[in-house]
């Protein structure tokens, strides 16, 4: 079945260094791969996503990067900041179609050290 | 700003007892959807509605059931609820997903509701 794979599971960075999460998919039809944030205690957020016909999307300190040939897609955190610290999810799906299911990565753990 | 509002934060129930965790939202969003997040599996997918009585099964429907009578909420019932539905439930909605190109295809997630079935 389709599956997303997330790596690594948890990140330890010293603030002010970046930080790189890693995201495969299997399903080479998905288009579309958001990126959540989770604080404690919160629901996930958006912080940024990227649809298939684009190959880099910025949004200040955070980038992504879409791979198609190898079914990889990274999140890029630049001059981390403590605040920075929370659970990182990557997706994918397909569509648009009547039902566009979101297959979500087990989430990463990211950690970082004033 | 959306709100997808979840009315029970922390809940204590009992093996075998009817739980109902309620759901709602505010920006007239045709999808719902209930999800489970427990450490290291990320966020699985129980069951979705596509819009008003309309439901379909996600990935771990089992032990639950949906009701969806208005489009602004959506419940999630354990039907006799057991040690192993202790877990964080996160409600979510979005647009209609051919609605994505004009309004765009953000998952809006609730808060979560931390369930302890002893």
């Known amino acids: 079945g389709e599956n997303v794979e997330q790596h690594p599971s948890t990140l330890s960075v010293q603030e002010g260094d970046s930080a790189v999460i890693k995201c495969t998919y299997s399903d080479s039809a998905s288009n579309y791969f958001p990126w959540y944030k989770q604080e404690l205690g919160k629901g996930p957020q958006l912080i940024i996503d990227?649809?298939?016909?684009?190959g880099e999307k910025k949004d200040q300190r955070i980038a992504v990067t879409l791979n198609k040939t190898a079914k990889h897609f990274s999140l890029h955190i630049t001059e981390t900041q403590p605040e920075d610290s929370a659970v990182y999810f990557c997706?994918?799906?397909?569509?648009?179609?009547?039902?566009?299911?979101?297959?979500f990565g087990p989430g990463t753990s990211l950690s970082v050290i004033p | 700003d959306v709100k997808v509002t979840q009315s029970s934060r922390y809940l204590v129930k009992r093996t075998g007892e009817k739980v109902f965790l309620e759901c709602v939202q505010d920006m007239d969003h045709e999808n719902m959807f209930w999800y489970r997040q427990d450490p290291g599996l990320g966020l699985r997918l129980i069951y979705f509605s596509y819009d008003v009585k309309m439901k379909e099964k996600g990935d771990i429907p089992e032990g639950y059931s949906v009701s969806r009578e208005k489009k602004e909420r959506f419940s999630l019932i354990l039907e006799s609820a057991s040690t192993n539905q202790t877990s964080m439930y996160l409600c979510?909605?979005?647009?209609?997903?051919?609605?994505?190109?004009?309004?765009?295809?953000?998952?809006?997630f609730g808060e979560g509701s931390w369930l302890t079935v002893v």
């Open positions: 990227i649809r298939s016909n684009v």
């Open positions: 997706a994918a799906s397909k569509g648009p179609t009547s039902y566009d299911k979101v297959i």
């Open positions: 979510a909605s979005r647009f209609r997903t051919y609605d994505v190109i004009r309004r765009g295809n953000t998952i809006y």
